[in-house]
């Protein structure tokens, strides 16, 4: 989208716990230090099995779990305690497709009014209502100006509030197409500095952005809904140069995430080796199949069109790209219904920043009516979400994993809607947000 618009398992240690020898058991005999604390809450949604614990006890030291039991298990005099009574514990929420430095009250050319760190000083507040929604780490796939990457370093380095944020800096791909600047006349000589039309071309910018901050690369491999004189279904970057992108930075140890809304585009983003598809909407039943072949994650963002449909012309959003949302929207969720009734794997990604930041939660309801349990969409968005990024430090509650922790009053998996106000939140052992009712 162009810029201006290790490990146990929770039930395992729990059944361990129960006859007697535990990992916790050990952990619980180490000595507390000054940075550990202790969460106990009504229940607990173990993201692998699905099965809710009662009465969990949660232990954190220095931002890090160190051990899953039942309340009551035995812990050191003077160690801080957070009891959450009535509430659900889950992990913190992962989005897998945000731009933070994107704000959609200015769509069009309405952005051109403000100077370029505008968007960088928005961003701050978009990370921190994200933070604020319960989404404790977010993949920002293409920002302008390396806006992502100073923003990430700030809040790594404790300056600002925000979630663990999963860099790609520019998105790239083809000249023309959806990630290069399409709304000027040539007198303008609008262009983005990342355009890859050969493949060696794209292995350059795969080294570039990693160079200067990047996580995760971003291409375009397909036209899109908000750029100018591109058709979503248009393919724009060949297997050629995509397998090329994918290659060069598998190499450098990077995910590769696909702009492919096209069928073809899809497809050969998978065959090139390409880890996530964002988007997805015209994928057929050849795509679905490759999909589960090779295990690429999609990642569908079904909820926005609401908000665009609502709002995009009095943001400024141009007629003919409200024209492509609309074609586009009702076909990308039946679409995510077969994808998903297929068994394809699929990640929780919502295109924010096309819609208000904050607002990510929302799209839980709408992967439930078309297909998923709530847990299977609470799964998209936690376990699932940190497979896709390869990272054993989120997504899950348990030892050795960051205590990135939400809680909400009820339980999500009967009723997903709890999730989109999140009164409790914790990232990192330190609690950011406590809204409960008093």
């Known amino acids: 989208m162009p810029r201006k618009h290790l490990s146990l398992s929770l039930t395992a240690i729990l059944l361990a716990a129960s006859a007697g020898v535990t990992q916790a058991q050990t952990l619980a005999d180490v000595p507390a230090t000054q940075g550990e604390m202790v969460i106990t809450a009504q229940r607990l949604l173990d993201v692998r099995t699905g099965r809710m614990i009662d009465q969990p006890q949660v232990r954190v030291r220095d931002g890090r779990i160190v051990e899953v039991a039942r309340a009551g298990a035995a812990v050191p005099e003077g160690v801080r305690r957070i009891d959450l009574p009535g509430m659900t514990l889950l992990p913190g929420l992962i989005d897998m497709h945000v731009h933070l430095d994107v704000e959609p009250t200015y769509g069009g050319y309405t952005g051109l009014q403000f100077n370029d760190r505008f968007w960088s000083m928005l961003s701050v507040a978009h990370a921190q209502r994200t933070l604020m929604a319960g989404f404790t780490t977010v993949r920002n796939v293409g920002s302008d100006a390396w806006n992502d990457v100073g923003l990430r370093q700030a809040i790594d380095e404790g300056k600002l509030s925000g979630p663990r944020i999963v860099t790609a800096a520019y998105s790239f791909g083809a000249t023309g197409g959806h990630c290069d600047s399409t709304f000027f006349p040539p007198s303008m000589n609008q262009r983005s500095p990342f355009n890859a039309d050969t493949p060696e071309e794209g292995r350059k910018r795969v080294r570039e952005l990693r160079k200067y901050g990047a996580q995760v690369i971003k291409i375009c491999a397909t036209g899109g809904v908000f750029s100018r004189n591109t058709e979503p279904g ?22 590769v995430a696909a702009h492919a809304h096209g069928a073809a585009g899809i497809k050969d983003a998978i065959r090139a080796g390409v880890d996530t598809i964002e988007h997805a909407s015209l ?48 076909i990308q969720r039946e679409n995510f219904r077969r994808a998903h009734a297929a068994g394809a794997k699929m990640v929780f990604g919502t295109d924010a920043g096309i819609y208000p930041h904050g607002d990510n939660g929302r799209q839980f309801a709408v992967m439930v009516r078309y297909g998923m349990t709530p847990l299977q969409a609470i799964q998209a968005a936690t376990l699932n979400a940190s497979q896709a990024l390869a990272r054993e430090d989120v997504g899950v509650i348990e030892a050795n994993r960051w205590a990135d922790l939400i809680a909400v009053a009820g339980d999500p998996t009967r009723d997903v809607a709890l999730l989109e106000r999140v009164p409790f939140v914790m990232k990192g052992g330190d609690v950011v947000k406590d809204e409960r009712a008093r």
């Open 234 to 255: 248009q393919q724009q970057m060949s297997l050629a140069e995509m397998k090329a992108v994918a290659d060069e930075a598998h190499q450098w140890g990077l995910k």
């Open 283 to 330: 994928i057929d039943d050849e795509g679905i199949r490759l999909a589960r072949q090779h295990g690429a994650w999609l990642s569908m963002d079904i909820y926005n069109t609401e908000y665009t449909q609502a709002e995009g012309r009095r943001n400024g959003v141009l007629e003919d790209n409200l024209r492509k949302d609309r074609e586009v929207a009702d």
